[in-house]
């Protein structure tokens, strides 16, 4: 009923990889969470392979896995497919995790034809705030990832579930200390970007959507969202756990995947005959009653596109730029800020500052980072020094490398422009790369 564990070759194109279950069953694909290993679904999986061929992968850098970073949720999705391609797996059925889930959303909208049914858990159609993963990022770069496997325990399970199971605290605690840092910063910023919540309509496959009561990461709201918007969505609430669900409470995890996936997936697996059996009909899902009724969801309508003469219009690349770049938290604050009188001054930097220069493509944002520091250090800039510290964390520079870009503008800017660059780059870091309880 299972096989040992595989890992792909060792390319930047494929995923570490396990099967488990009947050979000519229908394959079960299960997507782990970011910090987590294929182990997560341990407890799920000797039911699940009774009736389907469970595959599951590990997240580039995790769990031993070959780490080639990922800074996209379509580049971990590319990569899982390249994989399922080379073993012959066509079409199957996906359950996912958090992050996990984003691959989930991202097959249901890039690739339909690939996929029979979903099951979103602990997932949502936006990760929290860019700025979250990006600092998560900015503190794994400084203090390694000792400080977010520590705290791993508050986010992933309720108090009383990790008082009562220091085993599993543990094993939480070691799957990330374990996680290679690049892949762990690359999977924050693919989660930092992505964003579905104008394109869940599209989901066309029946989609459980399974959240915990507790879970303050991605909880009943985001929950009750992706079910809004998909069409053929099932919600249900595990009652007393948190965010790794499957972990908590797996045996409500296990019969509800079964129940989803034997009712709404049209190749059934006879167990006693070894056979895949095509039903009559397709199945409606029934395992979960839809969420109470509430006042639709708004959407965002797109702006009317202006006829281009020329080049396009640099605006809305460079608000993307600016936002991704300086947080979303200082650039709502700026743009809020403007009036009638300083309004047209910052449509003006967002289009030419951002929109032709940030977003040009002779060097990278880290150097763009290092070049920004210097001319601000020499102008006596104080103030946007400060903010563009912490760009420069989120553009990837280490603190040692601030310093080195503000050492090197001692000898050409001056000592004193240099000293005062200095105090405030220090608090900056200090504040970005202190980790939060």
């Known amino acids: 009923m299972w096989e040992r564990e595989r890992v792909s070759e060792k390319n930047v194109d494929s995923m570490q990889y396990r099967f488990d279950g009947p050979e000519q069953a229908p394959v079960l694909v299960m997507g782990p969470s970011l910090g987590t290993t294929w182990h997560m679904w341990d407890r799920q999986v000797p039911e699940l392979a009774k009736q389907w061929r469970v595959f599951r992968f590990d997240l580039p850098g995790h769990g031993g896995a070959p780490a080639y970073p990922a800074g996209s949720v379509a580049d971990l999705t590319a990569r899982l497919l390249i994989t399922l391609d080379g073993l012959g797996v066509t079409r199957f059925g996906y359950a996912g995790c958090a992050l996990g889930g984003a691959v989930g959303v991202e097959l249901a909208l890039q690739h339909p034809e690939r996929l029979a049914s979903l099951a979103l858990i602990a997932a949502s159609p936006r990760f929290g705030t860019a700025d979250e993963f990006r600092q998560r990022g900015v503190i794994v770069r400084t203090n390694g990832l000792d ?76 929950a009750r969202t992706l079910v809004a918007g998909i069409p053929d969505a099932r919600l249900a609430v595990v009652p007393g756990a948190s965010h790794l669900v499957p972990v908590e409470q797996p045996a409500a995890v296990t019969d509800l995947l079964v129940r989803h996936f034997s ?152 000592v004193p422009a240099a000293n005062s660059a200095f105090k405030v780059a220090q608090q900056v870091i200090r504040e970005e790369t202190t980790p939060q309880d």
């Open 147 to 222: 400080p977010i496997a520590r705290t791993s325990p508050d986010r992933w399970f309720t108090g009383g579930f990790a008082a009562a199971q220091p085993a599993i605290t543990e094993w939480a605690v070691q799957m990330v200390r374990t996680t290679d840092p690049g892949c762990y910063i690359a999977a924050c910023e693919a989660l930092a970007s992505f964003d579905v919540r104008s394109e869940l309509g599209r989901v066309g496959v029946p989609t459980l959507v399974l959240v915990g009561s507790e879970d303050q990461v991605t909880g009943p709201a985001e």
């Open 263 to 414: 009712t709404a997936w049209q190749p059934a697996y006879d167990h006693s005959t070894g056979q895949i059996a095509i039903p009559a009909a397709p199945a409606k899902p029934v395992l979960a009653a839809p969420p109470p009724q509430q006042a639709p969801i708004a959407e965002i309508a797109p702006a009317v596109a202006l006829p281009q003469q020329g080049r396009p219009d640099p605006y809305d690349a460079g608000l993307k730029v600016r936002r991704e770049v300086l947080g979303d938290a200082h650039v709502d604050r700026a743009l809020e800020q403007a009036d009638d009188f300083s309004g047209d001054f910052q449509e003006f930097i967002t289009r030419y500052a951002w929109g032709e220069i940030w977003d040009r493509p002779g060097l990278d944002r880290r150097s763009r980072s290092c070049v920004t520091l210097t001319a601000l250090v020499a102008g006596g800039h104080l103030e946007e020094l400060a903010f563009h510290v912490r760009a420069a964390l989120r553009n990837g520079l280490t603190p040692s490398e601030i310093k080195e870009v503000l050492l090197q503008a001692a000898v050409y800017c001056g």
